[in-house]
T-cell receptor, first 111, second 113 residues
């Protein structure tokens, strides 16, 4: 079974600082997704990374994918309070018929 | 229409009740999914319907019964639930499999008393 691990699980950071969330997965996959979830709400799609070396940016968030290292990163630049949420990465299985979600990273941005 | 609509948004039910969750999409997606999510945890896959047929059942207890009446509609029938079944239930759809990513519904917050 494909395993997906994120770290850190919990992240408390000050406004204006930079930080990176890491997503490691255990077997070959060339599609990785990042989602954001606010408390009690559903999942909001942030990025879809489809190939090795893919990089996507939206506002203060930038995601990248290294399929050889089986690693994706979500970089936060100059954090603001509105970014406080839980972030999940998800990887498509080799058979292509299932998502495997990471453990999630709960981010709190402190004013 | 680019949404997945779930009803109700909140549901409180007793352990002897029978209730149903409903999910609807009009994007022409051929795959639909039910997920269960406990607080602070990632979503867990329950069922997958592909072209209106059940293709994956992740060993879900029989007190959860899915139904896909047509390509736009997915139901989850609930009977004799336990308090530990209290969770956020998410429906999702995709164009033709997970390679196209998911569109998630807003979820149903279920409380079993």
């Amino acid at each position: 079974e494909l395993k997906v691990e994120q770290n850190p699980l919990f992240l408390s950071m000050q406004e204006g600082k930079n930080y990176t969330i890491y997503c490691n997965y255990s077997t070959t996959s060339d599609r990785l997704y990042w989602y954001r979830q606010d408390p009690g709400k559903s999942l909001e799609s942030l990025f879809v990374l489809l190939s090795n070396g893919a990089v996507k940016q939206e506002g203060r968030l930038m995601a990248s994918l290294d399929t050889k290292a089986r690693l994706s990163t979500l970089h936060i630049t100059a954090a603001v309070h509105d970014l406080s949420a839980t972030y999940f990465c998800a990887v498509v299985s080799n058979t292509g018929n299932q998502f495997y979600f990471g453990t999630g990273t709960s981010l709190t941005v402190i004013p | 229409d680019t949404e997945v609509t779930q009803t109700p948004k909140h549901l409180v039910m007793g352990m002897t009740n029978k209730k149903s969750l409903k999910c609807e999409q009009h994007m022409g997606h051929r795959a639909m999914y039910w997920y269960k999510q406990k607080a602070k945890k990632p979503p867990e896959l329950m069922f997958v319907y592909s072209y209106e047929k059940l293709s994956i059942n992740e060993s879900v207890p029989s007190r959860f019964s899915p139904e896909c009446p047509n390509s736009s509609l997915l139901n989850l029938h609930l009977h004799a639930l336990q308090p530990e079944d209290s969770a956020l239930y998410l429906c999702a759809s995709s164009q033709g499999g997970v390679h196209y990513g998911y569109t998630f519904g807003s979820g149903t917050r279920l409380t079993v008393v």
